[in-house]
């Protein structure tokens, strides 16, 4: 555990670096060979490469706005474990109920917590709203984030490192799996059912991310998890539908210039709201809203 802890502690930029473009590389060639949706069969309009450009424009807004604001980061978990001040300074736990405690609480404050209030409150969901644009859910999608909700995650991300008491090991191993598995979970590939049962006992899996990217209400404000599966179940926000009747993107931006163009996506928080149509009475009571 000692190991883990100094490499994280340590860990060079490169090394967090090709993280990033690994994992989107190995799930990028997995998909490729067994995808959910074959896009390029069914979508005339489909462009592999154009779409993958967007998302991966974004990916490179999402970096450059963490790298800016690193030192935020850096100041304020070594803040807290100067000062005392954190979950995990007020309790002495073993390294590996540390990290274990640690990366729970992250999850939950960091990325459960603001995926959640994207979605029900109007101001973050004109940012949010970029990412369910997405008519072709894949690997790539994965950091597709308006650089506005770049710095939201950014801010709850700083107020997690503040309850948790994290030391700098932690929010590097934190920053880590929430990347991998992220990439992960917007995978276009459908885990067979052993797999995802087995799986999904200890981390989001695709089978259950993809649900939460279903064009309509209520299913999208469904399956908010990133790193663990357990806040939905807790939180009663849970939804399993098969992959195969999942349909992308969002009701509000069905056409291809308003989800598809780069200049638009970037315009869409500050364009009129509009809300979400969402299913029909029929519809909605097939899900058990």
Known sequence: ME??????????????????????????????????FRFEQTEPGYRKWHHAGINIFFTLTTVIVNFVLAFLLLRTSDWTVQHGVGLL????????????MGLLVLDLVGAWLPHWAEHKI?????????????????TTTANRHHPGESVIRFGFTLIAVLLVGAPMWLVFLYQALSVVLSQFNHANINLPRWADKLLGLFVVTPNMH???????L????????????????????????????IHYGIDTHPEVHEHAQLGNLLRIPFQPYRPPVGESAEAKKAVGA
Request: net charge negative.
């Open 210 to 216: 993809h649900v939460h990217h279903h064009y309509v």
């Open 122 to 138: 109007t101001f973050l969901w004109r940012f949010h709203l970029i990412h369910h644009t997405d008519t072709y859910v894949d």
């Open 89 to 100: 300074q007020w309790i002495q736990l073993p390294r590996w109920a540390e990290a274990l």
């Open 3 to 36: 190991r883990l802890v100094n490499y994280f502690e340590h860990i060079p930029s490169a090394h967090r670096s090709l993280l990033l473009v690994g994992g989107i590389t190995i799930f990028w060639l997995i998909e490729s060979a067994v995808p959910l």
């Open 218 to 245: 209520p299913v999208t404000n469904t399956n908010y998890g990133n790193i663990f599966p357990y806040w939905d179940r807790l939180f009663g926000t849970y939804h399993a539908m098969d992959g195969r009747d």
